[in-house]
């Protein structure tokens, strides 16, 4: 079955550490997206990319970095300078074009401790 | 879509009783707009897509109204059942560009 696929699924990081969440979609599609999604608000945009090698910053690109070195994955890195890092994220998928919705994978739940 | 801070607004209704989630979208040209569901520790789900040149739209069980007038839409669930309990966002797009997202109605469905 297509889809997209999100790991893992709870990550903890220590304060000052980089980590690394990872997003895989065999459906195809062209562009990418991760989004933050935080208690009480809509999902903000991080990053997205709508070609392989190629991506923009969305609107709370600080103290995240991507790469797109493959259409089958995008990857985030949230790095020591994102101060506020404990959110639920998520990875999205779709066609580039016209009227074509958002797939979804089931998120990454990431702690400070 | 405006943040509501931390409290979701919240819908409670009776299983078996019809449901009605708002959502005001932000941008007049917006042309295209979708609604999900995310049910908790999950990724949104699509359920039912309009185009600004349609005002009603139904799948199963759901409905979509759009009303551009106001900038309103909302989705109507007949006979709520148990497992629709979760979170609904609208989401609204202008082509070319990125979708933004509402933050969303939590409905609650009471036995």
């Known amino acids: 079955d297509g889809g997209i696929t999100q790991s893992p699924k709870y990550l903890f990081r220590k304060e000052g550490q980089n980590v690394t969440l990872s997003c895989e979609q065999n459906?195809?599609?062209?562009?990418m997206y991760w989004y933050r999604q935080d208690p009480g608000q809509g999902l903000r945009l991080i990053y997205y990319?709508?070609?392989?090698?190629?991506?923009q910053k969305g609107d709370i690109a600080e103290g995240y970095s991507v790469s797109r070195e493959k259409k089958e994955s995008f990857p985030l890195t949230v790095t020591s300078a994102q101060k506020n890092p404990t959110a639920f994220y998520l990875c999205?998928?779709?066609?580039?074009?016209?009227?074509?919705?958002?797939?979804f994978g089931s998120g990454t739940r990431l702690t400070v401790v | 879509g405006e943040s509501v801070g931390l409290h979701l607004p919240t819908l409670s209704v009776q299983e078996g009783d019809n449901s009605i989630i708002n959502c005001a979208y932000s941008?007049?040209?917006?042309?295209?707009f979708i609604w999900y569901k995310q049910e908790s520790g999950k990724g949104p789900q699509f359920i039912i897509d309009?185009?600004?040149?349609?005002d009603k739209r139904q799948g199963q069980r759901v409905t979509v109204l759009l009303n551009k007038t106001v900038k309103h839409l909302s989705l109507q669930i007949a006979a709520t059942q148990p497992g629709d309990s979760a979170v609904y966002f609208c989401?609204?797009?202008?082509?070319?560009?990125?979708?933004?997202f509402g933050p969303g109605t939590r409905l609650s469905v009471l036995p």
């Open positions: 999205a998928s779709s066609i580039e074009g016209r009227g074509y919705g958002y797939t």
């Open positions: 459906l195809n599609h062209d562009a």
């Open positions: 990319s709508q070609i392989v090698n190629d991506f």
């Open positions: 941008n007049s040209a917006s042309d295209y």
């Open positions: 309009i185009r600004s040149n349609m």
């Open positions: 989401a609204e797009n202008i082509w070319g560009q990125n979708f933004v």
